[in-house]
């Protein structure tokens, strides 16, 4: 069974920074990619940054620059540094990871950054 826990989550004021954490069980970060999506209230889910097996990373546009994803594959935790933040950067974070068979989702995280 995988299972997927995230923490960090908050509220900051803009320019502030966050640092997301999600630790999966039953499921290794050596073999598969990992990453962070976001879903804002009337927005689509948003792929914000994902880290292969190889380290290759890929983040949006918007978040270029700003955030960094990183994993500890020992630990099997994946982080999101996320700095600058403004009110656009406010949605629920939620962690994944692309199993073999499908992906596996995190409970959610929720980022409000106030103006």
């Known amino acids: 069974q995988v299972q997927l826990v995230e923490s960090g989550g908050g509220l900051v004021q803009a320019g502030g920074s966050l640092r997301l954490s999600c630790v999966a069980s039953?499921?290794?970060?050596?073999?598969?990619?990992v990453g962070w999506y976001r879903q804002a209230p009337g927005k689509q889910r948003e792929l914000v940054a994902r880290i292969t097996s190889g380290g290759s990373t890929n983040y949006a546009a918007s978040v270029k620059g700003r955030f960094t994803i990183s994993r500890d594959i020992a630990k099997t935790t994946v982080y999101l540094q996320m700095n600058s933040l403004n009110p656009e950067d406010t949605a629920i974070y939620y962690c994944?990871?692309?199993?073999?068979?499908?992906?596996?989702w995190g409970q959610g995280t929720q980022v409000t950054v106030s103006s």
């Open positions: 039953g499921i290794s970060f050596s073999d598969n990619a």
């Open positions: 994944t990871v692309w199993g073999r068979i499908r992906n596996y």
